[in-house]
């Protein structure tokens, strides 16, 4: 009992008013719609600020017509649950949940409220929704599933004569397991074998990439929650294995990615955000056909000193397409 309340305790702490909301709209006109995101990291914290700007753009802005709980659960997946049955008790107007652990926690929570999740990468894999149609039932969002044939391309100019890929992964994270088989059944098709590396937890993530040296002629990173949060430290030890870095989130390139062709993950949270307004509006959720982003609205960024550090030097023609940071 001790421990229930002082989780109880915990995640009320983690609300920006530090209180518990009253259930649904208030008799001020107020709406409220809870965030919840598996941790905090800069793509998903991208993901989180893109519906904010989103919904002000629609006409909702926070302490005016708009109340906005947030909730964080540090990566870890038991509290993603906790948090999801707050969410589901405060009966808020909307609940966004981004990653997929969080997105199936809150599913999993609640039948009624709109559920709209964001950057998970195969809705139907992991069982929020039935199909790519609108699903009548309470769940919608935007994925950031990626066309994996130009992330294949780019990792060919990268390394022109590629053999083998490495892939750090989280193998409880249903979108990594995704991009894994898809990896593994594309690249088979060029004759290019796929090293696997599995980190259980954040801290596995160095160690996972370093199990890959003399292996791997790369190593292409997804948006895995545990990968993406242990950026900085995987970098390290690429650089220290001349070791190149593909991202497939444009945030990377700046904590250690050579090159990334991407979601812009803001440009995916304004997505979501306009989801969230019409749902505010009063359309129904499940009337919502979730969304995918476009190839069109893929970012490709570089990395120069990041490269040169991992043992390559980029093609002109990539330089002369990419956005550069440095």
């Not at 990594?176 to 980190?199: H, M, Y």
């Not at 292409?220 to 190149?244: G, H, I, Q, R, W």
């Not at 995916?268 to 359309?283: D, F, N």
Request: overall charge neutral; some cysteine; charged content about 20%.
């Amino acid at each position: 009992m001790i421990l229930g309340l002082t989780a109880a305790c915990l995640l009320t702490a983690c609300s920006p008013s530090g209180q518990s909301e009253k259930a649904g709209t208030d008799n001020h006109g107020m709406k409220k719609v809870a965030i919840t995101a598996i941790v905090e990291h800069p793509a998903l914290d991208a993901v989180r600020q893109g519906v904010i700007d989103e919904l002000r753009a629609e006409g909702y802005e926070q302490g005016k017509n708009l109340k906005l709980d947030f909730q964080s659960a540090q990566g870890n997946t038991a509290t993603a649950g906790q948090i999801a049955k707050k969410f589901a008790g405060s009966n808020p107007d909307a609940i966004v949940a981004i990653g997929t652990p969080s997105a199936q926690s809150m599913v999993a929570a609640t039948r009624n409220i709109p559920v709209v999740f964001a950057a998970v990468t195969d809705p139907v894999a992991a069982k929020l929704v039935p199909s790519w149609e609108p699903s009548k039932t309470n769940v919608t969002g935007v994925s950031d599933e990626l066309p994996l044939q130009p992330q294949i391309a780019l990792m060919k100019q990268v390394v022109p004569n590629l053999k083998t890929v490495g892939y750090v992964y989280s193998p409880g994270e249903v979108n990594s397991t995704v991009v894994l088989g898809q990896l593994q059944s594309l690249l088979a098709k060029d004759g290019i074998n796929v090293a696997a590396a599995p980190a259980q937890r954040t801290t596995d993530v160095p160690m996972a990439a370093k199990s890959l040296q003399g292996k791997a002629n790369l190593i292409y990173t997804s948006l895995d929650n545990n990968v993406v949060s242990a950026y900085e430290s995987m970098y390290k030890v690429a650089k220290d294995m001349k070791m190149p870095l593909v991202a497939s989130d444009t945030g990377s390139v700046k904590r250690g990615a050579a090159v990334a062709l991407g979601v812009n993950y803001h440009e995916l949270g304004m997505a979501t955000g306009k989801i969230v307004g019409k749902i505010l509006k009063g359309e129904k959720a499940g009337n919502i056909a979730p969304q995918r982003m476009s190839a069109e609205q893929l970012d490709l960024m570089v990395s120069k000193s990041h490269a040169a550090e991992q043992g390559i030097t980029l093609p002109p023609q990539l330089l002369k397409d990419a956005e550069i940071i440095d």
